[in-house]
């Protein structure tokens, strides 16, 4: 069974950077297309970047893009997010996901293409 071990995040102010990574364990040796979503308390649940399993596709949320980047690691069961410039309205609590498919590129934002999920880290921006 696969799951999903998330690390990183806490507290920077803003324009500062944080790491969060999340590494597939369990399941067999082949690689998940995986994301990030986050969620802010009484908001719904917002696609910050999703990366294909072969790590050849990696796509970012308008409100992300040219901030943060994504990146695979450790045989490309690793996702790694590094996120720089962060802004007060980048708080929220980082969800990491995995798809057991092979899901087509337009549905890669969806929150429902991704069958297992992280436990989620909490990434906080304030002075």
């Known amino acids: 069974q696969v799951q999903l071990i998330e690390s990183g995040g806490g507290w920077v102010q803003p324009g500062g950077s944080l790491r969060l990574s999340c590494t597939a364990s369990?399941?067999?040796?082949?690689?998940?297309?995986m994301g990030w979503f986050r969620q802010a308390p009484g908001k719904e649940r917002e696609f910050v970047t999703a990366?294909?399993?072969?790590?050849?596709?990696?796509y970012y949320g308008d409100s992300v893009r040219g901030r943060f980047t994504v990146s695979r690691e450790n045989g490309k069961k690793t996702l790694s997010l590094q996120m720089n410039s962060l802004k007060p309205e980048d708080t929220a609590v980082y969800y990491c996901?995995?798809?057991?498919?092979?899901?087509?590129?337009?549905?890669?934002?969806?929150?429902?293409?991704?069958?297992?999920w992280g436990q989620g880290t909490q990434v906080t921006v304030s002075s």
């Open positions: 990366s294909k399993r072969s790590g050849a596709g990696t």
């Open positions: 369990g399941g067999t040796s082949r690689t998940y297309t």
């Open positions: 996901a995995a798809s057991l498919g092979d899901p087509i590129t337009s549905s890669m934002r969806l929150a429902s293409t991704y069958s297992v």
